[in-house]
């Protein structure tokens, strides 16, 4: 059974940072392409980055140079840090397996200006 746990989510100030984690269990983490997604209230969700089993990381144009996403395979985590915030950047926060369709339950990250 693959389970997703994120954590990290929270309330801080535009220019403030965060740092997610997504634990992952059940599933072959090293060789899994890894996604951190957002939806804002009343908006769709989006893919916010992306790293493959490689390393080959992908991002949002609206986060790039701000966020970093990273994994460490020894821990089957993936990190989403997250600095200069901005009020924009609220929302849920999901981990997603792409080939495999896996969401976690997701993290609420608030930013007030």
């Given at each position: 059974?693959?389970?997703?746990?994120?954590?990290?989510?929270?309330?801080?100030?535009?220019?403030?940072?965060?740092?997610?984690?997504?634990?992952?269990?059940?599933?072959?983490?090293?060789?899994?392409?890894?996604?951190w997604?957002?939806?804002?209230?009343?908006?769709?969700?989006?893919?916010?980055?992306?790293?493959?089993?490689?390393?080959?990381?992908?991002?949002?144009?609206?986060?790039?140079?701000?966020?970093?996403?990273?994994?460490?395979?020894?821990?089957?985590?993936?990190?989403?840090?997250?600095?200069?915030?901005?009020?924009?950047?609220?929302?849920?926060?999901?981990?997603?397996?792409?080939?495999?369709?896996?969401w976690?339950?997701?993290?609420?990250?608030?930013?007030?200006?």
């Amino acid at each position: 059974q693959v389970q997703l746990v994120e954590s990290g989510g929270g309330l801080v100030q535009a220019g403030g940072s965060l740092r997610l984690s997504c634990a992952a269990s059940g599933l072959a983490f090293s060789i899994s392409t890894m996604a951190w997604y957002r939806q804002a209230p009343g908006k769709q969700r989006e893919l916010v980055a992306s790293i493959a089993s490689g390393g080959t990381t992908n991002y949002a144009e609206s986060v790039k140079d701000r966020f970093t996403i990273s994994r460490d395979n020894a821990k089957n985590t993936v990190y989403l840090q997250m600095n200069s915030l901005k009020p924009e950047d609220t929302a849920v926060y999901y981990c997603y397996v792409p080939n495999r369709g896996y969401w976690g339950q997701g993290t609420q990250v608030t930013v007030s200006s």
